[in-house]
Structures are given as C-alpha cells and as structure tokens.
C-alpha cells in the first residue's frame, strides 16, 4: 500500500495521523477534513447534479455508503494494481473489469496491470478464499474513492471481485466527463446463499444464455447458480456411465462433461458456485426413456413433452435403483465441485408406487404406512449415497422429514413456515417461496419477500442462521433462449438485493429507481432482456409500417402475461415443450415499467386532489393516444394472426381511454359524475380485468382510481 | 425431381404437359392455370393484405418475379431435402438456413435434412462451383413456391445459397401462419463483383464483427469480402516469415494465420470470396515499425496515430524491397487463397522520394521522369511478384499505367471516368466512387450511382463487361466495434441492390421500404445498428429518467453527423486512433430515418397545396414536440458532458418547431406572410444549416419548404 499514488496523495494531505484510519477505511479521513457526511442508506434519492450520485446506481445497496463531495474522473490513463494477495481469478477479474469500463465509457484502456505506485485503482486482497467455494465464506469489501484515486480493499477474492462490481456501477457520465463519485463504502452480504435456478430440462439453455446470466449475477453479487439439469422432460448431462440418460432423453440438447466444466470455471471466475440438481424420485421421466428399469411401473417411456406434475417416479424398494444412483451420483459428485447436490425430491404423487404390487409389499413388510415415508426411507437412502460421494444433500420442502440428518439443507417452494419449521427442527434452508420468476409479479413483491419475515420472523437467532438465503427460480415451461432473459432481468436484480442487503433496505420506489439504472447496464453485459422485446415485437408485426408498428407497441407496452398459473388454465390449446413462443404473452416483459409509471401518475395525481396540472395534461394525453391507438392497429390485425390475437386487447385499451377521457372531464368540472355512469363504467372495468389472450390489461386498476375519483371523493371537495 | 411431393401436386394439377416447363420455370404453370401475374419488377409497392406480398420483402429485387395468389405455409413440419449435387457446403448452408428460420419464426424445427419425397423446399444443384470462387461463376437460381411446396434449383452452390436467402426474405407472418407467397423468381446478378471493404487498419475489426458482417453480406447476397488489412494505423495479419510486422506494428490486435483461415471459410461457407489487401508503397507506416529498412527514409517509425495521408513510402528503388514482398506475398498468397490479392497503390504523396538523394539518383539513372512514373515501375515489379504467385494484382487507381499488363483490375475510388478509361485501355476495373459508406451519404444517393452510368455509360459493350462490379468501402476512421454496423446498414444494402439487381430497380421509394425491412432482418442475424444506437445513447445519458431519455431521443432522431470529410475539419481537437468514440457524432446514424420520413410528411403536406388535414395535424404535433423538447432535455445536459455537446442543436430543434408552426399558422390562413417575415425565418433557417458538435440538423431544408410555402406558392393560391 505504501507504493500507491493514492496512499502518497494521502500523505501529503494529513500527514501522520490518518495512516491508520487509512488501513481501517476512510471515515476519518473525511471526518476530519470535515466534508460533509451523508449516510445514504439507498433510500435518499436525490436530484442528479453534476456529479454522479451513488444512490441511485448500487444495486444492491451496500451495508454502509458514505458519500463525499467530490468525483474521481475515469479516463484513458485510468489503470488498476493488484497488491497483496493475488491469484489467476484476480488477475482475470481485473481485466474483465477494466474491459467492461472500457465497454461502458468508450475509453480505450490499457487491459495490463499497473504497478501499484502508479495505479488509479489500488486492490489489496489479503488472503485466497476456499479452492472449492463454500458457504458463508467472506465475502466483504471496502472501497474507497477520493478524488485522487480508489482503494478496494477485502479479505479474500470474493470479496475483490464484489466491489470491482460495485466501483463499475459508481462510474457514469458527469459534467466532466466519465466519473466516479467520492464515496466510502463497507460492505458485506445479509445472507451467504444467494442463488439464481435456472431449469434447463423444460426448455434447454444454449450455454451463451447460461453464460451471459452468470455475468448477470456477478454484476448483481448472487454467488450461487443453482442448474435444474433433469426432468420429465429432458435429461441435459452427459453421463459417461450411463450414456442413455442422456442419449435416450434429450432430444441431443445436452452439456457435455467438458461444458459443464467451462460454465463451471467460467462461475467460479466470478465468485459463483454451481450446485446441480438432478430431480429425483419424480419429476424423472427422462431417466427412464434410456433406462426403465429405474421406474415404478413397466416401460417404454418417452421424454415428456406437456407441463405438469406427471406419475412417472423411481422404485425405491429396489436395490438396483440405489447401485444405480451410487455410480451415477459418484460420477456426477466428481464433475461438480460443489459441496452441495441437489435431488430434487418434489412433487412426488405416488400413483406409480400405489400401483405396483411389489412395493405395496415391500412397504407392509417394512412397515412403511405411507408414501410420504416410503419418500422418506429413499431420502434416506440418498442421503447415505450423497455423503459416500462427500457432498451435503439439498432438496425441495419434501425431503424434510425428522429421521434424516441434520446435515441435509431445505429449500422451501412452500414457504417462509415451512422453513422456519425446518429451521427449529435443525436443518438448514434456503427461501424459493416468493421468488419464483415465472409467476410473472412484479419486482416489488418479490422485493417484499424476507426469508425472516413472516413465519420465520420468530425465530431465535441460532435457528436463523440455519437460514442461509434464498434462490430465484426460473421454471422453463415458457422460455427459451430468447425469451428467457426478459423473463429474469431485471426483476431478479430486486431479489438479489433482498438477499444481499441490510433488512431496512426495502422502499420499493427506490429499489425501482435502481432497477431501471441496471436493467441498462445488464444489457450491455450481453443480456437481452430489452432487446427480445424488440425483436419479438418486429417478428409478431412483419412488414409493417412504423406508424403500425408504435400502435402495437403502444399496446403491448400495458399488457402483461397472466399470473401464477394462470397460463396453463388459459391456454388456447394444449401447451408443450414444442409449442412455439412467438406469441405477444411471449414477448411482453412480465412487469410492465410504462404500465407501473402509469399508475404512479395516477396517484400522483388523485394525491394532489387531481389539481396537478401537468399530470392532468399527461394522463390525457396517454388517454387520447389510446383511444385513436386501435384504428391505427387494426390493419396490422388484418395481416398478422400474432396481431390478431390481442386485436381485443387494442379495442380495449382504446374503450379505457375513452373511460379515462371522460373521468378527467368529470374531474374538471369538480361536479361528481352521476351514480349511474359510475355504476357502468365500473361494470365496463370488470370486464377489462378479465385476462384475453393471457394477457392482462395492466391500466385498469389505475383508471378504477380515476372512475372512483371523478364520482366522489377528495377531487370533488375542491372547487 | 421426380421424387418431390412439390413436384407430385403439381402433376396432378396439370399432367405431363407441364414437366418441361416446370423444369426451366414455372412460369407456363402459372399461366395455363389462368392465375392473374403481376409483373412486380420490384416497383409496385402494393398495400398489404393477408397474404405476404414479395416485393415489400426482397432486396435485393430478383431479376423476374412473378408473384401468385396463395401461400406456402411455414409450420413446425417444414423441411428441406438436398437432391441433385450436394457437398458439406450445401449441407451447412441448409442448416443455417433451417436455423435462421426457425429463429425468425420461433417454430421448432428439424434441422436434419429430408428425403426429398417429402420436403416441403426440394434444392436441386447441378453441379459444384470452383473449389476456389472465382470471379464471373454462375450465381444464378430459380425459386418457385407454391402452396404445396418450394422448389429451388441453381446450376452451382453459389445460386443455391442465394436462393436460400430469398427464400428466408419471403417468409414473413401472415393473417394465417407463418408463410411464404407464391412466386416464381427468376435470377442472376448483374455484376460478378459485389463487394464491401473494411479498414481493419485504422481500428481494429474484432472477428465477430467481421463474422456478422459476413452474415449479412449473406443476406444481401453480396459475393466479396475485400480485407483492408494494413496501413499506417496498423498491420493486422500474422506473418511468420516476418514476425515484427505484426508484433510492433499493431498494438497486439492482429489476426493469427488460423483466424483468417477461419474467415476465410466462414466466408466461403456463404458464397463470399475474400481478398486481402496490403496497401503499398504508401500507407504503410506500421510495416516500417518493425521492418524500417523497407522505407524511402531511415527511421526510426512509430505505428501512425492520426488519420490524413503519410509522407512514408516504401523504397521502389532497393531490391531489398523486392525481395522482402516477394516473401511476403509468397506467403500471403498461400495463406489467403483468392485469385486477387490488392497491393493498395493509393496516395502516394512522394516526399520521402524527393528527400532521398539515392531514389533520386536511381531515376536519374533509369530515365524515370517523376514519382508517378516511378510508382509505375515499383507497380511492374510488384506485378510480376503477384503473378509469380499464381494471382492477380488488384489496386486503386493510381496503380493504372498503359506499361503495366492488362491483367490488373482497376479499384476506382476517383470515379466513374477513371473506371471507363481504364475499361477503354482494356483493363478490368470495379467501382467504390460514391460506395464509400464512411461519407455519411443517404442510401439514395449511392443507390443512384451506377458503375455503368456518368463517364461509364457510352463503353461498348466489350469494354462494358470489364466493368466488374462495385464495392462498398467502410473507411475506419471513425467506427470501432460497437458503431461499425451502424455504418455500413443498412445503407450498404441499397449498394448491394444496385450490383445485383437490373438497371431499371431504381426507384428510391421502394427501395428505402424495402431498407426498413431488411434492417430488422440483418438485427435478427446479429448485426447491431439500430441497437448500438440505444446501447450507446444510454452511456451519453447517464442515470436519466424515461421522460428525459425521450427527450435526448427526440432530439438525436434529427441529428446525422456531417459528411463528407467535413468531420477531419471540424473536430474539436484532432482525432486519433485513441479517440473514445463515445459522442453524439458518433451514436446516431448516418441517415436519419425519422428525418427522411419528416420530408416526406413536408413533401406529402405541400403536394395537396397544404390541404392534407392529416398531414397539417401531425406536422403540427411534430413542431410542437420539438418546441417542447429542449426544456425537458436541458437537466439533462447539466448533468452529462456528451449531452451539454449537442444543447446548442437542442435549442436549434426547438427554435425549428417553432418556426414550423408559425409557418403552419400563415398557411392556415391562406395569407401569403410578410416578405420581411420570410426573410428573417430565411436567415435563421442558414444559420440552422450550420454544423454544430459536427451535427447536422437534418429537417432545416424540409422547414424551409413550409417557411417558402407560407410566404406565396400553390399553397396560397387555395382559399
């Protein structure tokens, strides 16, 4: 540290006194030269000014931020020094930063390592982390900056890599060209699972797509890939031991031993763990195509291509099935480094076990009651063979049962009850529940979503540590490899930050505010969660005009698809793994920003007795667009069965700027509109609620507000 | 054929009378079975309906088409059977094609091939083409689709390609499905050579960017890669023969030996030749970084930073010189294995020449009167070194000397007068006068210029077949990777319709349709000029709201950089190959679609002696969001320096908005408006043509229009 430009400038500065306070971090530094100190908390969103604000571009927030007044100014001779600690990742992980700096301001940067006297941004690691990364490793940093240079400083790599992260989101323009602001941060993770699922068998992920996500992550601090790699309906592993598993259930769309090896450097190159799953006794269907005799009834199988719970499961009164997953498990223990193996465990129905007269028998002779405990004695089975091949069990709520070990880790789909109950009983866990991403909510519901809260939020401070953190899903029924981004980004940035900050980081308008801030940056890592939409949308339209082509937009920008599961409910015919997804539910992001801003300005405007003027112009404005919209969409209906599919939808938006023209004239004249219009408008708006061709009408609820407000209430008060 | 069930259907139809006809064409099918034809010749933009409609589609415009009423549908049961010759080409190719359109429909498809009995498109090749391309091959093809089946038949792989890509422009979504139209397509290009450059000199071109670009050149069916791939700004090619050129004269980025062989067969692989150029004698500082004894004066040499033309010239006097290019090209012209290989031969300004006393000794001695002749006979010896290995010397202009042989081709950058006085002396020549697409030119202008046309148009129709061709030139100067598409689409697929389609396809209105289609094509392939737009406007903003981002949108919508070489004269300070090109100038593109269609709105208003009322309302919403517009951006130029560069323009565009409506209102009254009112709007409309941040304002001369129209004209003579 004594050789960097930072720490000289430093010294010349205070001299002596601050040398220690330096080592620490640099509160009294700042203290001292009496700038003025603001604690962000991410919560104060200020007005941009000329420097850039931290604020508003950390996503996640970190533990602590403190800004400063000035701003350190990123341009070509910016150059990076690794001291201290260092290591292939390291070095690797600078280069990629200073290439992604490069890629962000268009400033050509030398990629090489700097000598650490001469170095804009000095790194000192102080020791390696775990080979093979474990859980609840520290993974906290400081970073520095002042005018004159920045400091990142961590215990291990993990730690690194995060705050390079956090310094790429500080830079952006300023007055005075690329800049990052004056800012001390101390930082460390709430929780030390942070994971993303990932479900390559219903629709398998192309590797660039598994690729590019993991930079997702790594922008986002999540430090676990959690990779669904069979189900019904594929079987996505090359087994050399059992090379029907895949050869027989993947339709040829599998990663080779090599491929899972690169996505799992390439993870690891970014502080990411790789834990598979492989779902078993259900959800096994694929299994069974190349090998039958796994099963509870007599094959042939074919690889399932409907979504649902299916009746397929393994035997488990046979031995062959536990010679079978020994080899099977030993060999993927070996390909997967990590400590922990998935085995799936969910949504087991049992008809096959019912059904088979060698296991009713088995179960009488053992004394097993039901199938849940017949699940059990195969946990138990699983258990035994997972930790032969040194790994610790992972499953989904219905592996817990009070016979199996302690060592075995939870992961609630059920709920932060279930967990908790898991945790008072011992076990480890982890939150799925209110995290699934594709239920289609919106990111602040996610965002609401605490592994503490709720059911677990009496638990003693020992059973809380059994809660590890929470994962993300991401079920593939409908995704593919262009669509699948949309589909995660940027609501799981929301999720990440519940994970990863402190519990009073939750005002969702900020969390928006910053979501919108990285949902650019993430596009511009290579994902493509803006740009499928564009793509999609040209695809659906054809040849067309642009006049055509914004009326489309402008109707599907306030659609939404169908919630929860709803689309399997509502699907015109029977969806499969080959049903293609060009449809406009296929395209339409899962939360509509234009559709939430909407209802923003509507509240904005009630909240000022509908006096506000300017919002009074923009909401008519946005109504009259959507009342001429439909006329301007009809003649790419005409041409476009994709078109034709939400014709309705367009006739409806248009009949909900007429409903929201006439509440704004009824509002104007600050005479309460007659009970009878309301009493019709609000029967008009039911039927808008309605979903047509599983799509929502995002603006509806927003324009109720208005139809309530035009017949009475605090607008009518005011003359 | 026999085997085909396209050809089964279309037995049944009309018996054996039609085989004949069906094997050169389908045009008597058609015709017998009394289906209205309608000559499309690329020309009739008809309205859309159900059906997809051929002309909107293809660009570029086949040399027949003869458009049906029905369609072939495009369902997940599509499929392609090889028959006739076949090679490992055809068989890549046909699975590109299977994936390209499966991802442009998004319909699963089997991309195995079919036996042809039952394919929906049945290929039939003849036989192979040259198994290195040559010049001059039989490109052409036949295309028929009818709602049974496709079937497409060409003499060589070349045609089969091409037609796959016609094939794959004609499907679009239709009111019933994904389909193609039925059409009978006729076609052959009109030039053998179609070329595009790229300067991967002046800024490095990394090999995915030449990998999509070679996808779209594809699409367009343009047949050459021209490499320029040495200059004073960098060598970019390994050589192992002499290791210094690239290892000190291109700042590490160069291309290996194996990632040019890769290139090389990607592009075969799609039909397209390449042709390596290594520019000389001049424009070759960096070869004298490592090799300063190839100069005219002794060094030491740095790689050229600045952009201009370069005293450094290589020494035509020294068998040294000789002797080093003949093992070069020796090994270059293993390496790249094209018939043609490019010496460069451009802007030689002979200072070195005349400063060296020993050159000037040696013309002296060799009665060589001036450095033009002295060029000349550096040229002869550097032919015979060409042709002695097994290839033919290609150059600019200035390479052109009656004592060199007839051999060499003409590269013209000077013109289409040079081009035929070079076809008149008897040399073969291709045309890249107005094809430079670095000059910022609409797309209709280049698309006017014919290589036939001007100085070329009274050749006899010997000396008119020298003509070759035309290539397309992406000069470097100002592109990197991210802004590179941007430049060169879709403009350059007007230049590629002008070399393949006949003559008479030049109508500018069908062909910019025809460009916004193909734009959103080539995105789709991966190329990135309408994304990197987004990309890079996000960087100008910063964190930004949407209504601010809008309006920085608003504003760049009507901004183009200026033309020409204007760009060198009015930079701020002077370009280097270290310039971040992170600048308005350098985001938006180089026409103006939005603007182009606002002169037409002017145009269209002006046609109706300004009675339109539609046109009047949206002309009038335009002015007034322009007007509106600078306020809403200004916060946004305090905050980011890239934006305060173009506030100046900002405020231009609103003062236009607001002498457009005042122009609408003085036409709304039918009142010519004062002549010292027209004067003054004159003056403000010159100083609006003015360029600003090395922008250009581009409605100022449709707002002059209005401001003319609102002083007297048609206009004001309707009451």
Chains 1, 2 share one sequence.
Request: aromatic share 8%.
């Amino acid at each position: 540290m004594a050789e960097s430009r930072f720490f000289l400038i430093l010294k010349e500065g205070i001299g002596q006194i601050m040398v220690q306070g330096f080592v620490q971090n640099f509160v009294p530094y700042f203290a001292l030269r009496g700038f003025p100190l603001i604690l962000l908390c991410g919560l104060l969103i200020s007005k941009p000014t000329g420097a850039p604000q931290p604020a508003r571009n950390l996503i996640p927030v970190p533990s602590s931020v403190q800004a400063g007044k000035g701003s350190l100014r990123v341009d070509s001779s910016f150059s990076v020094a690794l001291a201290g600690y260092t290591e292939p990742r390291l070095e690797l992980g600078v280069e990629r930063f200073l290439q992604q700096l490069a890629s962000q301001t268009s400033i050509p940067l030398n990629l090489k390592p700097a000598q650490s006297g001469r170095a804009t941004l000095v790194i000192r690691t102080d020791h390696a982390s775990r080979e093979i990364q474990e859980v609840g490793e520290d993974e906290s940093y400081s970073l520095e900056v002042i005018a004159a240079g920045a400091k990142l400083t961590a215990p291990t790599p993990l730690g690194t890599l995060h705050g390079l992260q956090t310094f790429l989101q500080l830079v952006d323009v300023s007055s005075d060209g690329f800049a990052a602001p004056e800012v001390t941060i101390q930082d460390r993770p709430r929780f030390p699972w942070r994971g993303l699922m990932i479900d390559s068998a219903r629709h398998f992920t192309p590797l660039d797509v598994i690729r590019r996500n993991l930079d997702g992550m790594e922008a986002l601090k999540m430090d676990v890939f959690h990779w669904h790699l069979s189900d019904n309906q594929g079987f996505r592993v090359e087994s050399k031991r059992f090379p029907k598993l895949q050869e027989r259930g993947s339709d040829g769309l599998y990663y080779t031993q090599d491929e899972v090896r690169d996505v799992i450097a390439y993870a690891h190159d970014r502080g990411i763990r790789v834990v598979p799953e492989f779902d078993m006794p259900g959800h096994s269907t694929s299994w069974f195509v190349g090998y039958p005799e796994l099963a509870s009834a007599p094959g042939p199988y074919e690889t399932e291509r409907r979504w649902g719970v299916f009746d397929p499961a393994m035997d488990p009164t046979k031995e062959g099935t536990y010679k079978f997953l020994d080899q099977f498990i030993g060999e993927m223990a070996t390909l997967f480094p990590d400590q922990f193996f998935h085995v799936g465990g969910d949504e087991v129905n049992g008809k096959q076990w019912d059904a088979n007269k060698e296991i009713q028998e088995f179960m009488r002779a053992h004394g097993i009651p039901n199938n849940r405990t017949l699940q059990a004695y195969f946990n138990k089975r699983l258990q035994a063979i997972v930790e032969k091949h040194g790994k610790s069990m992972i499953g989904w709520d219905e592996i817990l049962d009070p016979t199996l070990p302690k060592d075995i880790t939870i992961q609630s789909w059920r709920g932060q009850a279930s967990l908790a109950a898991a945790a008072r009983e011992g076990y480890r866990g982890i939150l799925s529940n209110g995290y699934y991403l594709d239920l289609g909510w919106p990111a602040s519901r996610h965002y609401a979503m605490d592994p503490l809260s709720g059911g677990a939020a009496n638990l003693s401070p020992e059973e809380q540590k059994r809660i590890l953190g929470g994962e993300s899903c991401m079920w593939a029924e409908y995704v593919d490899a262009e669509n699948i981004d949309s589909r995660i980004w940027p609501r799981n940035a929301a999720i990440a930050e519940r994970l990863w900050s402190p519990a009073d980081i939750r005002d969702p308008a900020s969390m928006y505010t910053r979501l919108d801030f990285i949902a650019t940056r993430l596009e511009w890592l290579g994902l493509t969660h803006r740009t499928s939409y564009w793509r999609m949308l040209h695809r659906i339209a054809g040849v067309t005009t642009p006049e055509e082509f914004a009326a489309l937009d402008t109707l599907t920008q306030q659609l939404e698809p169908v919630k929860d599961y709803t689309r399997e409910r509502t699907a015109p015919a029977e969806p499969t793994s080959l049903t293609p997804m060009n449809r406009v539910v296929d395209a339409v992001p899962l939360e509509s920003a234009a559709a939430r801003r909407f209802a923003e300005l509507v509240d904005q405007f009630i909240g000022t007795s509908c006096l506000d003027a300017d919002a009074r112009a923009r909401l008519r404005a946005q109504f009259t667009a959507w009342r001429d919209n439909d006329p301007r969409l009809q003649p790419l209906a005409e041409r476009s069965f994709l078109v034709r599919e939400v014709a309705e939808r367009s006739q409806d938006l248009s009949a909900l700027g007429t409903m929201g023209l006439a509440a704004l004239d009824a509002i104007a004249k600050r005479q309460p509109a007659p009970v009878s219009w309301k009493t019709q408008q609000l029967a008009a708006i039911e039927q808008l609620k309605k979903q047509k061709a599983q799509l929502l009408l995002l603006p509806v609820p927003a324009v109720e507000k208005l139809v309530e407000a035009a017949a009475g209430g605090t607008c009518m008060a005011v003359k």
